[in-house]
């Protein structure tokens, strides 16, 4: 007899739901419109900065916002800027205390960055521009800065011992 269960996922198996993803701040700015939008001599320099933060809400619950900011050419012949903050309520079950962290700063946001970057190049596009599709993102690689720069602030805000 076939166990009834059997393409079911385990209840203490660890998870990762998307409960939900929304759109909590977005701008699009093209100031020097229409000039910005005459054929150009050279291609603009492209700068995009990326930031992930996370805030837990329950036990299980986190919401993490993925922060797309970027512009096209330098002042004053800025052609545009964008910023997005972009959101997801994750629930994180059976997942080890020590791995939750990770697990909301890596795979979290890893998950929300195509819906992100498909805004983002939406939004250039109907400002008037080719879309700016942003290459992957190394979300591992961020954690792990952030965590050296953590450790780094807590060695230096140390003070010696038999200093005061």
């Given at each position: 007899?076939?166990?009834?269960?059997?393409?079911?996922?385990?209840?203490?198996?660890?998870?990762?739901?998307?409960?939900?993803?929304?759109?909590?701040?977005?701008?699009?700015?093209?100031?020097?419109?229409?000039?910005?939008?005459?054929?150009?001599?050279?291609?603009?320099?492209?700068?995009v900065n990326v930031n992930v933060n996370a805030r837990a809400l329950s036990e299980?619950?986190?919401?993490?916002?993925?922060?797309?900011?970027?512009?096209?050419?330098?002042?004053?012949?800025?052609?545009?800027?964008?910023?997005?903050?972009?959101?997801?309520?994750?629930?994180?079950?059976?997942?080890?205390?020590?791995?939750?962290?990770?697990?909301?700063?890596?795979?979290?946001?890893?998950?929300?960055?195509?819906?992100?970057?498909?805004?983002?190049?939406?939004?250039?596009?109907?400002?008037?521009?080719?879309?700016?599709?942003?290459?992957?993102?190394?979300?591992?690689?961020?954690?792990?800065?952030?965590?050296?720069?953590?450790?780094?602030?807590?060695?230096?805000?140390?003070?010696?011992?038999?200093?005061?």
């Open positions: 007899m076939a166990d009834s269960q059997a393409g079911a996922p385990k209840s203490d198996a660890p998870s990762i739901s998307v409960l939900t993803q929304y759109i909590k701040d977005m701008s699009f700015e093209n100031p020097n419109a229409p000039m910005s939008l005459a054929p150009q001599q050279q291609a603009p320099s492209i700068a299980t619950d986190y919401e993490v916002e993925l922060v797309l900011v970027g512009q096209a050419g330098e002042a004053p012949q800025l052609l545009f800027q964008m910023e997005l903050t972009y959101c997801g309520i994750f629930r994180l079950q059976n997942i080890p205390a020590e791995q939750s962290a990770p697990v909301v700063m890596i795979e979290c946001p890893r998950l929300l960055f195509p819906f992100a970057r498909q805004i983002v190049a939406d939004s250039v596009r109907n400002g008037g521009f080719p879309p700016l599709y942003i290459d992957p993102i190394d979300f591992a690689g961020l954690f792990q800065e952030r965590q050296q720069e953590l450790a780094n602030q807590d060695l230096a805000n140390k003070v010696p011992a038999g200093k005061a």
